[in-house]
């Protein structure tokens, strides 16, 4: 286990559902990331928190919503998918100095979201 | 454009024998570059991290290299193992903030 847990494992939803998917890190570090895993693709770096601050949103339609309430939670709140959407969405965490992102980072199992 | 290129065809070699896996970029001068291990169904596990002046880093059976004129990273699996058999994804930093650009990846089998 890498310390980094994200529930559900796996979720199938409708266009129209609202769904959202949670990750918790267990590690002390206080950057969390969501990254997108499509078949054939490489991983897409979605969203960036820092200290619970927001600093980078990668170009993502608005049908994901992040959320950090605090440095060891992240949420992705879902709505209005499209099939396209369907991938593996994996968070991961690191260690932030000085508000500095550290290297490595540490990944959760994903979250297999297949939108019908 | 900048890009970051593994082999996408699948490595396959026999027990015993060291794995050699490539990773070219682009459009990089990146400070450092990262190598991640990923099983089916798994998030990536890190496994070695590399600076741009040093040519070359050991763990264990792993080792990887690092050629900035090149742009180019080599990562070594010596006495390969088919515990081994995983994808192994390159990653680098392009503006040295955490925010990772990965490969997609090259899987590699491991025959006993």
């Known amino acids: 286990e890498t310390g980094v847990t994200q529930t559900p494992r796996h979720l199938v939803m409708g266009m129209t559902n609202k769904k959202s998917l949670k990750c918790e890190q267990h590690?002390?570090?206080?950057?969390m990331y969501w990254y997108k895993q499509s078949a054939k693709k490489p991983l897409e770096l979605m969203f960036v928190?820092?200290?619970?601050?927001?600093?980078e949103n990668n170009s993502v339609p608005s049908r994901f919503s992040p959320e950090c309430p605090n440095s060891s939670h992240l949420f992705l709140h879902l709505h209005t998918l499209q099939p396209e959407d369907s991938a593996l969405y994996l968070c991961?965490?690191?260690?932030?100095?000085?508000?500095?992102?550290?290297?490595?980072?540490?990944f959760g199992p994903g979250t297999r979201l297949t939108v019908t | 454009s900048q890009k970051i290129e593994q082999n996408s065809e699948a490595l396959n070699i026999q027990e015993g024998k060291t794995a050699t896996l490539t990773c070219n970029y682009t459009?990089?001068?990146?400070?450092?570059l990262q190598w991640y291990r990923q099983d089916p169904g798994r998030g990536p596990v890190f496994l070695l991290l590399?600076?741009?002046?040093?040519k070359e880093k050991r763990k264990e059976r792993l080792k990887v290299t690092f050629d900035t004129t090149l742009k180019q990273s080599l990562f070594h699996i010596t006495a390969s193992q088919p515990a081994d058999s995983a994808t192994y994804l390159c990653?680098?930093?392009?503006?040295?903030?955490?925010?990772?650009?990965f490969g997609q990846g090259t899987t590699l089998q491991v025959k006993p």
């Open positions: 459009n990089y001068s990146p400070a450092y």
């Open positions: 990653a680098l930093d392009p503006s040295n903030t955490g925010k990772l650009i």
């Open positions: 590399i600076r741009e002046n040093e």
């Open positions: 590690l002390g570090h206080n950057a």
């Open positions: 928190y820092n200290f619970k601050e927001q600093t």
């Open positions: 991961a965490s690191s260690q932030a100095l000085a508000g500095v992102l550290a290297h490595e980072q540490y």
